[in-house]
Every structure is written in structure tokens, then in C-alpha cells.
Nanobody, 124 residues
Framework: QLQASGGGSVQAGGSLRLSCAASGRGISNYHIGWFRQSPGKERESVAAINRSGASYYSDSVKGRYTISRSNARNTVSLQMNSLTPEDTAVYLC????????????????????WGQGTLVTVSS
């Protein structure tokens, strides 16, 4: 099971740090992705990190967000800086054991386990 936390309200230009915690099987076994969804919009990728620690970012957050993992703490974090109102969304983390192939780690179809999201609200 996955649980996302750390969301909240922040002004534009501010920062938040989200965490994705795993229970049960250790998070080191999974590739982890962060996605977000706003009302009326499709779920979009944000960032992902594979089991080896390689990270991937969508163009919309590249240079502002940093994904990292701590297998010892069984968590994956998403540091979000320079936030804008367009970053407002429910952020969800997801886990995959699927080997590389048809879908990239920034594709929702790569993931089979999803946690409940955490709401991030950025005001102007």
C-alpha cells in the first residue's frame, strides 16, 4: 500500500515536499511515479524514479521539482519549488514492478498500485 502526504496550501513561488510511504513490501522493490490531477483534466505525469535511483521529469516541472528515494525510510519524496497556481492538483504516487518495455515511467499504464492523493493548492 502507498500513502501520499505533505500537501497543503502555499503561495506562488513557495515550496512543498511530498512523501510517498509504502507499507508491506519495501519500496526498494518498486519504481515510483508521481502524478497529479486537477478537476476536469486528465491525470498527468510529474516525475518518476526507478529502483536504481534514475529520475525522470515531465517538461512542466523540470528544474523545479526533485524526486528522491530513501529505501531505508521506505519513502520516495517530491521536493517542489517555485510553485505556480498551475501546479494546483491532487498529487498521487504509484508503484510499478514492470520492467522497461512499452511504457515509460512517466506513463500511467506502467503502474499497477496507486495510493490516495494529497492536495496541493497554490494561490497567486
Amino acid at each position: 500500500q502507498l500513502q501520499a502526504s505533505g500537501g497543503g496550501s502555499v503561495q506562488a513561488g513557495g515550496s512543498l515536499r511530498l512523501s510517498c510511504a509504502a507499507s508491506g513490501r519495501g519500496i526498494s522493490n518498486y519504481h515510483i511515479g508521481w502524478f497529479r490531477q486537477s478537476p476536469g483534466k486528465e491525470r498527468e505525469s510529474v516525475a518518476a524514479i526507478n529502483r536504481s535511483g534514475a529520475s525522470y521529469y515531465s517538461d512542466s516541472v523540470k528544474g523545479r521539482y526533485t524526486i528522491s528515494r530513501s529505501n531505508a525510510r521506505n519513502t520516495v519524496s517530491l521536493q517542489m519549488n517555485s510553485l505556480t497556481p498551475e501546479d494546483t492538483a491532487v498529487y498521487l504516487c504509484a508503484a510499478s514492478t514492470m520492467a522497461s518495455g512499452t511504457y515509460s515511467l512517466l506513463d500511467t499504464r506502467r503502474y499497477m498500485s496507486w495510493g490516495q492523493g494529497t492536495l496541493v493548492t497554490v494561490s497567486s
